[in-house]
């Protein structure tokens, strides 16, 4: 039997059809899907070659023996319960993962929010798409993706910033490869300080200084303004506070960027005599100390031209992970609330407490992921669940993050491995049913809910994440809120509350699915949110924005240094990113041969010029040293990177290559507005090996 799914990794959220056979697990793309149309890329394609056995967790451990899941989970609500009486609700927390399930994820959030009284509750996707909500928000009013996959095919230009797009979400790339064939007068434009693969098919690249984007988009807007491109009426119509952005867009300095006369002009030209422009922003946008004044500066030149909601144009970020946005959705972030509503807005509070019949709710937001790892370590915070990744190698500072978690009293990790760095310093294990064994949904980056459907049996004693978080919410004492029969029912809970949130005037509503029965829950086809009665298209072509006066607010930015200057002790600019072959931390990736054939070791990309001053030859080990730690990695001499700067991959652990592990380098600098880490920017010292 063929079973519709969808891919794991990325956030293009692609369709799969799975087949189990004798032979193993067969995976194609799915043609009637509408992110991918049947395309997939590498990762997706090599799926059957990651479902294997080897490696997985088979049962719970408690410190390190392996226990019934009766032992495992009553250890794991007494510690909880104990905790939260003797420090407070404060003292335990939950760091979750853009892996999850959204249903996996709602639960998480209804168990620490509503009912351990405790907002401490964040998540991986706060290294990923965080300054994007903060933006989002600040201009919005609610944290909404104007458009949809569809406007790719629609541009006239589309600019990319700071997104290797053919490497990290390689089916849009094919996407816009295949309209540009179908429309040569496509313009794309590629935004980054590497000469990235996405380059190849450019028509324009800018390789701007690092943490310049500010700059550059507010010489934009002024431009906008000089050559009469502003779009007066929907301004006057639905915009706030232009005068003050242009004001502070005057004052702000190209030169920043260290783009020259000509490519500046180029950039402009090809914005200004385009009608529909879509631009697309990623982490070389997030994961920034400026990140959300980054997102602004975007979303600035979009509402000053109207270009936004209308067919083919619009700001449009894409999600790192395969369920970034419905982490987002249910309130994965430690200052959100299920269903867009705000944790800090007493009326959406009261709401979400109602309706759950929560006995608590905190008032104000809880630690965000740097923060709540600090005060592991400081002994804050007692008790800790992490579910689905792997902050030991991830987080910045990644050192510390791992001494704090081993210091912390209680850790509980779910995983369907017990190899990751984070699960072999846990106290309880519990093993997570994988993809392909569970049951779910997930959002893409254009709103788009597929279903994760089971095609294979659940591992060995694994168990889906919302199971084990409902019986741990059934044992400290909440039978009802949690006796959720199956994952249909936990959907259905969802979608009633996104109803209530509709009501509150926000932009998150499914619940035109409220009533589906089990069947139907099974058999549902992909849909794009909004869904009250019926699919949600584009938003704020006519304004309707979530903020009290329905208006979108335009931000006055002034371009801020990046975190960490170069000094003569650390003259590099260390850039880090993706590979195309491999996925996070390489858990399931590592898996396929084929994939680690692609690029078999961490590595540098290091400009020719600096290669000659460190005394660095191509091929040799590199060491890279920070104020945090060091990493060796294997030198690739290339033009790709700017003189000054470097490149390193972000995936190895210290399973696979000790000294690959590129976050122990990286301070934890964060933006004080998104809690989002600078992980592109590191200052760092190179030496031969
Ligand atoms: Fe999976 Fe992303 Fe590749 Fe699609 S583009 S197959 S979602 S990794």
Known sequence: MTVRSTCPYCGVGCGVLLTATVAGLEVKGDPDHPANFGRLCSKGLALGETVGHEGRLAAPMVNGKEA?????????????????????????????????????????????????????????????????????????????????????????????????????????????????????????????????????????????????????FNHLLTQIDEQGALDAGYVAAHVDGYPEALRCARASDVSLTELDGHQLRAFVNIWLRSEKTVTIFSQGVNQSTSGADKVNAILNCHLATGRIGTPGCGPFSVTGQPNAMGGREVGGLSNMLACHLDLENPAHRHAVRLFWDAPKMPEAAGLKAVDMFRAVGSGKIKALW??????????????????????????????????????????????????????????????????????????????????QLAEVGRRMGWHSAFDFANVAEIFREHAALSGIAGGLGRDFDISGHADLTDAQYDALDPFRWPYASQEGGRFFADGGFFTKSGRASMLALTPLPMAQPTNSDFPFRLNTGRTRDQWHTMTRTAKSARLSAHLAEPFIEIHPADATATGTTDASLVQVTSGTGTAILRALITDRVRKGEIFAPIHWTGETAPSGRIDVVIPAAVDPVSGQPESKGAAVALAPY
């Open 386 to 467: 992490i579910i689905h990744t792997n902050p030991a190698v991830s987080m910045p500072d990644a050192d510390a993050v791992a001494a704090a978690i081993k210091g912390c009293d209680f850790t509980v990790v779910s995983d369907v491995t017990g190899r990751t760095d984070t699960a072999q310093l846990a106290d309880v294990l519990l093993p997570a049913s994988a993809w392909g064994e569970k049951d779910g949904t997930v959002t893409n980056s254009d709103r788009t809910i597929s279903r994760q459907r089971a095609v294979l049996p659940s591992y060995e004693a694994s168990r889906p994440d919302w199971a």
């Open 68 to 216: 019934a899941w009766d032992e495992a989970l009553q250890l794991v609500a007494d510690r909880f319960t104990h905790t939260i009486a003797e420090h407070g609700p404060d003292s335990v927390a939950f760091y979750l993962s853009g892996q999850m399930l959204t249903e996996d994820y709602y639960v998480a959030n209804k168990l620490a929010k509503g009912f351990m009284g405790t907002a401490n509750i964040d998540t991986n996707s706060r290294l990923c798409m965080a300054s994007t909500v903060a933006g989002h928000k600040r201009a919005f009013g609610t944290d909404t993706v104007p458009g949809t996959y569809e406007d790719l095919e629609l541009a006239d230009t589309i600019v990319l910033v700071g997104s290797n797009l053919a490497w990290c979400h390689p089916v849009l790339h094919q996407r816009i490869l295949a309209a540009k064939a179908a429309r040569p007068h496509l313009k794309l434009v590629v935004i980054d300080p590497r000469r990235t693969a996405t380059c190849d098919a450019a028509d324009l690249h800018l390789p701007l200084a690092p943490g310049s984007d500010v700059a550059l």
